[in-house]
C-alpha cells in the first residue's frame, strides 16, 4: 500500500509518552501510531454498528432484503 505522509501536531506530554512507549516496545513511532489507529478505528467500527442498528430498530434507517436489491437491479446472482 502507497504510503501518505500527514503533518499531525501533539500536545508535549503526548508526544514524549510517544517516545517512551515505542522505545519500550522497541518499534518506531510510526508503527505505533498505525497500530494504535488501527486498534481505535476498529473500535468505531463496532460504534458506528451499533449505531446503525439502533437506527434501523427505530426506523430511522431501512433495510432492505438482497433478493429485492438483486431483482431491482437486475442482477443474476
Known amino acids: ?25 522497541n518499534i518506531t513511532q510510526k508503527e505505533l501510531i498505525e497500530r494504535a489507529l488501527d486498534y481505535y478505528f476498529d473500535h468505531t467500527d463496532i460504534i458506528i454498528a451499533q449505531k446503525i442498528s ?12 438482497a433478493k429485492d436489491v438483486f431483482s431491482e437491479l437486475e442482477l443474476d446472482v
Open 1 to 25: 500500500m502507497p504510503t501518505v505522509k500527514k503533518l499531525v501536531s501533539f500536545d508535549s506530554m503526548v508526544a514524549e509518552e510517544l517516545e517512551m512507549v515505542s522505545a519500550a516496545l
Open 54 to 65: 439502533k437506527d434501523v430498530e427505530d426506523g430511522k434507517e431501512s433495510v432492505y432484503d
